[in-house]
C-alpha cells in the first residue's frame, strides 16, 4: 500500500485516485498537520471531499479557524466545510475580511453564501464588481446562490444602492430575470452603464431608448451598444456628431499624440474609462501607422550618422525577456552605453535619460521627440490596465508601454 508521501512526492504531483482510496482518518491526520508541506496537506484536504469522519471534524474546524496556518490548506477546507452551519459566526466576525492570505476573504465569502447567510451580500457585491475576473465569479456565483435561495428582492433588500457596485448587482438580477437594463445606462458611474450595455442584445431597444436618453452619456453608451450589436459605425458616427463630437479635453495632449493614444488604448480601455474615449476612438480616423522597420531603420541610421555607435533594435519584450509593448529600444555607445526608445504608436522617440545628441539626431532623422514636458501629461478618463493598476496613465507610459 502506497503511502501519503508516495502519493504526494512533490507539489504538482498528486496522485488524487490514490489518496480517495485512501482512509479519512489518516487523510485528516496529513491536513491538519502543519509539519507536512500546504501542497500535500490541500491535497489531502480535497481527498476528503464527501467524506468527512465525525471524529475528525473538530480537528479541521480548528484548522480553518487557525489564522496562522497556511492559507492554501485552509481555502482547500472551507470548500471542503462550506456545509457546516457551526463555521458561521467566525465566518462573519469582521476579522476574516481583513485576513492577510490571498484569496481568503473571497473564499469566507463565498462560504458564508454557501451557507444562505444573507448579509453576505454586500461583500459579494464589491466582488462582482472588481475588475478581476475571479473575484467577479465568486461574488456573482455567490449572489445568484443567495438569489436562488431567497428570491432577489431579499437579496436586494440587504444592499442600500447607494454604491455603484450595489447598483450593479440589481443591473445583473434584472437581466437574470430577464428584465429590460437600458435604463441603467444612464448610470452616473461609467462602470455600472458598461456593465448595462454588455448586457444588452437587442438593437432596436437600443434605438428606442436612444431616442428620448436623458444625458449625453447615456446616448453614448446607447451608440457605443449598437456599434458592439451590429458592427455598424454610422449610428454611432451619427451621434457622436449630433452631440458635437465629444470628448475628454486633457491639458498639454496635443491631436497627433492624442490620436496615437485614442486608437490604440480607447475602444479597449478599461470599463470605469469616461465612455468619450471608447466613441472617439470609433468615430475618427486612426493615424496611419508606422512602418516598424523602415522606421528602426532610420533611426538607427541616425544615430550612427552621428557617432553613437548604435547596436541592432530590440522590442521591449526582448529586452524585458518576457511580454510586449508599443516600442524598441536601440542601444548605443560604448560599454553599458545608452539607449532610446521607438514608439510602434507613430514617429515617437524618448529616453529616460536625456541624451542632447540622441534627440538632436533623431530630431533630425523626423522623429518627434517626447520631452519630460509632454510625457509627463496624464491621460484623465482613459483607464489602461498596467502591473495591477487601471489608473490613467501618462503619455510617456501610453507611447513606450511594456507589460509583461
Given at each position: 500500500m ?8 512533490q507539489?504538482?504531483r498528486?496522485?488524487?485516485a ?14 491538519v ?17 464527501g467524506?468527512?469522519p465525525?471524529?475528525?471534524l473538530?480537528a479541521?474546524?480548528?484548522c ?5 496556518d497556511?492559507g492554501?490548506?485552509?481555502k482547500?477546507?472551507?470548500?471542503l ?12 466576525h ?5 485576513e492577510e ?8 465569502l ?12 454586500a ?11 475571479t473575484d ?14 431567497y ?6 433588500g440587504?444592499?442600500?444602492?447607494g ?10 438580477v434584472?437581466h437574470?430575470?430577464g428584465g ?10 461609467p462602470?455600472?452603464?458598461?456593465l448595462?450595455q454588455?448586457l ?7 434605438r428606442a431608448y436612444l431616442a428620448?436618453?436623458p444625458?449625453?452619456?447615456?446616448r453614448?453608451w446607447?451608440?457605443y ?7 455598424d ?6 451621434v ?9 479635453e486633457v491639458a498639454?495632449?496635443?491631436?497627433e ?9 480607447g475602444?479597449?480601455c ?6 468619450r474615449?471608447?466613441i472617439?476612438?470609433l ?7 508606422p512602418?516598424e ?9 541616425a544615430?550612427a550618422?552621428a557617432g553613437?555607435?548604435p547596436?541592432p533594435a530590440l ?5 524585458h ?9 536601440i ?22 535619460d536625456?541624451d542632447?545628441a540622441?534627440r538632436?539626431?533623431l ?7 517626447i ?6 501629461v496624464?491621460?484623465?478618463g482613459?483607464g ?9 496613465l501618462?503619455?510617456r507610459?501610453?507611447l513606450f508601454?511594456?507589460?509583461?
Open positions: 502506497p503511502t501519503i508521501e508516495d502519493l504526494t512526492p507539489a504538482g498528486t496522485d488524487a490514490g489518496l480517495r482510496a485512501c482512509g479519512a482518518g489518516l487523510l485528516v491526520r496529513y491536513a498537520d502543519p509539519a507536512q508541506p500546504w501542497w500535500r496537506r490541500t491535497a489531502c484536504v480535497e481527498a476528503l471531499a467524506r468527512v465525525q471524529d475528525g473538530g479541521l474546524l480548528d480553518v479557524r487557525d489564522t496562522g497556511s492554501t490548506v485552509r482547500a477546507l472551507l470548500v466545510l462550506a456545509d457546516r452551519t457551526e463555521l458561521l459566526p467566525w465566518l462573519q469582521e476579522d476574516r475580511l481583513r492570505a490571498y484569496g481568503l476573504p473571497q473564499a469566507v463565498r462560504t458564508r453564501a454557501a451557507l444562505g447567510d444573507r448579509t453576505a451580500a461583500g459579494l457585491a464589491t466582488l462582482a464588481f472588481s475588475h478581476w475576473s467577479r465569479a465568486v461574488g456573482e456565483a455567490g449572489l445568484d446562490a443567495l438569489a436562488d435561495r428570491g432577489t428582492d431579499a437579496v436586494l440587504e444592499l442600500d444602492g454604491r455603484p457596485e450595489d447598483r450593479a448587482v440589481a443591473v445583473r434584472r437574470r430575470a429590460d437594463v437600458t435604463g441603467a445606462l444612464a448610470d452616473p458611474d462602470q455600472v452603464a458598461h448595462a454588455s444588452l442584445t437587442c438593437p432596436d431597444r437600443v428620448g436618453a444625458t449625453a452619456d447615456a453614448l446607447a451608440a451598444a449598437l456599434h458592439r450589436l451590429t458592427g459605425t454610422a449610428e454611432t458616427r451619427a457622436y456628431e449630433a452631440l458635437g463630437r465629444p470628448r475628454v498639454g495632449l496635443d491631436e499624440v492624442r490620436r496615437a493614444v485614442v486608437h490604440e488604448y475602444d479597449g478599461e470599463k470605469q474609462s469616461d465612455p474615449w471608447r472617439e476612438a468615430c475618427t480616423e486612426p493615424p496611419q501607422p512602418d522597420e523602415r522606421q528602426l531603420a532610420l533611426a538607427t541610421a544615430l550618422a553613437l555607435v547596436r522590442s521591449c519584450g526582448e529586452v525577456r518576457q511580454g510586449g509593448g508599443t516600442y524598441h529600444v542601444r548605443y555607445g560604448g560599454g553599458a552605453g545608452r539607449e532610446v526608445e521607438i514608439s510602434t504608436l507613430g514617429r515617437f522617440a524618448g529616453s529616460h536625456e542632447p540622441a538632436a539626431a530630431e533630425g532623422a523626423g522623429f518627434r521627440w520631452d519630460e514636458d509632454t510625457g509627463s496624464r491621460v484623465t482613459l489602461v490596465y498596467y502591473f495591477g493598476s487601471r489608473t490613467p501618462d503619455v507610459t501610453l508601454y511594456w507589460q509583461d
